[in-house]
Nanobody, 128 residues
Framework: QVRGVETGGGLVQAGGSLTLSCTVS????????MGWFRQAPGKEREGVSC????????HYVKPVKGRFTISRDNAKNTLYLQMNNLTPEDTAMYYC?????????????????????WGNGTLVTASS
């Protein structure tokens, strides 16, 4: 069974930073596209960032571009999201997502049906 476990969420003041981690078990991440999405209370799910199997290709949704950085360590089966200059609008539950092999465009286009697995989420709260 494929499972992702996210850690690193918390409460920070606006302008602060957090680094999220997602460790995946049940498969070898090396060939898979990975991504992060978030969901704030009362709002729809929003794709945040994607990375292809090697990390050479990355994508960010416009509100986080220049502030968030996605990276991966395939040897550790772990995905990361470095978040800087957080704002209250970033407050949400953050989830990592495992997409299929070669599914980078699915991640970028927010084709959630193409996700193979996702975690239980970690809560990020940025206070004003």
């Amino acid at each position: 069974q494929v499972r992702g476990v996210e850690t690193g969420g918390g409460l920070v003041q606006a302008g602060g930073s957090l680094t999220l981690s997602c460790t995946v078990s049940g498969l070898t991440l090396g060939d898979h596209t990975m991504g992060w999405f978030r969901q704030a209370p009362g709002k729809e799910r929003e794709g945040v960032s994607c990375t292809n199997w090697s990390g050479a290709m990355t994508h960010y949704v416009k509100p986080v571009k220049g502030r968030f950085t996605i990276s991966r360590d395939n040897a550790k089966n772990t995905l990361y999201l470095q978040m800087n200059n957080l704002t209250p609008e970033d407050t949400a539950m953050y989830y990592c997502a495992v997409y299929g092999v070669g599914a980078y465009r699915d991640c970028v286009s927010n084709n959630y049906n193409a996700m193979e697995a996702w975690g239980n989420g970690t809560l990020v709260t940025a206070s004003s």
